[in-house]
């Protein structure tokens, strides 16, 4: 079966200090994988994507994720975290067929 | 942002009484989709639309049913609504599967 998983609920980081959120997927074939943020009270908002080419992706906001193959992972990186980066991230993978299947989202929260 | 509208934002209802949410988009793709998002099950997919009078079933679609009329509007309903349908609902919309999706902003279902 073709899935995400986000294997942290949440995540602490200091304001200041690099973060990452991690994603793992399963999937036959060549990967579409997104990253998507959540304000409160509000919808998805697109992050970037990685369709093929550069495993470093580079996105809106400071963001940025690397794709690896052989470990079949897609992690959210920025270098110095800000205090307005605290929301709810998701990772999604195209599974064909015009569909998104995402995983069950990681809260950041960064601290002053 | 991208025009995409959905109304009511806020709806309570009581068991059994049927529910219509609508989409509407100003942005003339072809692909728009009704999600719902419930803690610790991220988002997961209702029904999609890949056409005007083209729609098929997502991973939850029992209860659930979709009309496209035309290609800015996407209605969804619930027949008679249950109370494990209390949920928050989003509509997205793209242009294809190497294309993000873009949100709304929601709606809060409660469904007492």
């Known amino acids: 079966a073709q899935s995400v998983a986000q294997p942290e609920d949440q995540v602490n980081v200091a304001e200041g200090n690099p973060l990452t959120v991690k994603c793992t997927y399963s999937?036959?074939?060549?990967?579409?994988l997104f990253w998507y943020v959540q304000y409160p009270n509000r919808g998805l908002q697109f992050l970037l994507k990685?369709?093929?080419?550069?495993?470093l992706v580079k996105g809106s906001y400071g963001f940025e994720a690397e794709f690896n193959k052989s470990q079949t992972s897609f992690h959210l990186k920025k270098p110095s975290a800000l205090v307005s980066d605290s929301a709810l991230y998701f990772c999604?993978?195209?599974?064909?067929?015009?569909?998104?299947?995402f995983g069950t989202g990681t809260r950041l929260l960064v601290s002053p | 942002d991208a025009g995409i509208t959905q109304s009511p934002r806020h709806k309570v209802t009581e068991t059994g009484t049927p529910v219509t949410l609508r989409c509407h988009q100003t942005?003339?793709?072809?692909?728009m989709y009704w999600y719902r998002q419930d803690p610790g099950h991220g988002l997961r997919l209702i029904h999609y639309?890949?056409?005007?009078?083209?729609?098929d079933k997502g991973e939850v679609s029992d209860g659930y049913s979709v009309s496209r009329s035309k290609t800015e509007d996407f209605l969804l309903t619930l027949e008679s609504a249950t109370s494990s349908q209390t949920s928050v609902y989003f509509c997205?919309?793209?242009?294809?599967?190497?294309?993000?999706?873009?949100f709304g902003d929601g709606t809060r279902l409660s469904i007492l």
């Open positions: 990685y369709i093929t080419g550069d495993n």
């Open positions: 639309s890949y056409g005007v009078k083209d729609t």
């Open positions: 942005e003339n793709h072809r692909y």
């Open positions: 999604a993978l195209n599974t064909g067929f015009q569909k998104l299947v």
């Open positions: 997205a919309i793209s242009e294809s599967s190497e294309q993000p999706q873009h």
């Open positions: 999937v036959s074939g060549n990967p579409y």
